[in-house]
């Protein structure tokens, strides 16, 4: 019997980018239920079918052998009550309307916002934790982590291209992801005479994608455009202020620079001004450097 397979992960848009390793490991016919605005990033990948959550209701008529939900929403978790499933993997509203999740899936989601241990308890233990979401989550699922890399679409056009790519923007969830010095590294970079772009906003993804594919380095914080330059194999410096730097794999690519006081500002989305400059210019600066003589070594050894 062929097996079928549902994965919902709806944002952000990063984190749909990490959850497609999963698609190496799941055998059968894999649909896929996420925002309407993250469709971009899935169309084009072999071997699965993609819904936007505006037309989640034609997954009603589909009978899955597993659901994977890693969305912590209760309007998501209501939703897989109408869609039928043998097995089930993540958040779900039990009998009594409490919003829980499956104890395949604790390890992830009792780090997160609908920890069974409140939100304190669920902030500790993401502090303290040392593996990478694919771990997690693939042992949850049966399987072993082996480096599985992200799947990604064809990208656009882009004639913007370079050394380094920066990208200085963050979302408005995490106001203490923006790092104060981007304006000046570029500046230091330029004068060691190196092509520095800093990365524009695009009507599409997929033009997004493009850019950040033109370029030897990318730097910025833990963002969408990070996970981009990881899938596309480039190399990374990334700038880690609130978040953990530990459910990142590096695939080998990234170096991580963490604020020294990331366990105050760990998670929290209100602004300290302090936190946009916990990291040195100087630290990110060598670091660009190591890195970028890293990719005339990797050009070098394969040439």
């Not at 959550?53 to 597993?66: A, G, I, V």
């Not at 291209?161 to 981007?182: E, Q």
Request: aromatic share 10%.
């Amino acid at each position: 019997m062929n097996m079928r397979t549902l994965i919902i992960k709806l944002g952000a848009s990063g984190d749909v980018v990490r959850t497609t390793t999963l698609l190496h490991i799941l055998k059968g016919e894999v649909d896929w239920l996420t925002s309407d605005a993250n469709v971009e990033l899935l169309e084009g990948i072999k071997g699965i079918r993609v819904f936007p959550w505006s037309r989640r209701s034609e997954l009603r008529k589909n009978t899955y052998h597993l659901l994977i939900n890693l969305e912590d929403t209760i309007e998501v978790s209501a939703e897989i009550r109408h869609i039928e499933h043998k097995s089930l993997y993540g958040a779900y509203l039990a009998e009594d309307d409490s919003h829980s999740y499956t104890e395949s899936s604790r390890s992830w989601f009792d780090m997160g916002r609908i920890s069974r241990f409140g939100i304190a308890e669920a902030d500790r233990l993401k502090f303290q934790n040392r593996l990478s979401f694919q771990h997690l989550v693939f042992r949850g699922l049966g399987y072993d982590f082996r480096g599985e890399s992200y799947l990604l679409p064809p990208s656009a056009s882009s004639s913007l291209a370079g050394d380094v790519a920066i990208v200085a923007a963050s979302g408005s969830t995490w106001p203490m992801k923006r790092w104060a010095f981007y304006d000046e590294l570029a500046e230091m970079l330029r004068r060691d005479g190196l092509q520095v772009n800093c990365l524009p906003k695009r009507k599409t993804m997929k033009e997004h994608l493009a850019d950040v594919r033109n370029h030897r380095l990318l730097i910025s914080g833990d963002t969408l455009p990070m996970h981009l330059a990881l899938g596309s194999n480039i190399l990374c410096v990334t700038i880690f202020i609130c978040t953990s730097p530990w459910e990142i794999h590096d695939y080998g690519l990234q170096q991580k620079l963490v604020s020294r006081k990331l366990r105050d500002y760990f998670y929290r989305r209100t602004c300290d001004p302090a936190a946009s400059t916990s990291v040195s210019l100087s630290d990110v600066y060598k670091s660009a450097i190591q890195m970028l003589g890293e990719t005339r070594w990797r050009k070098t050894a394969t040439s």
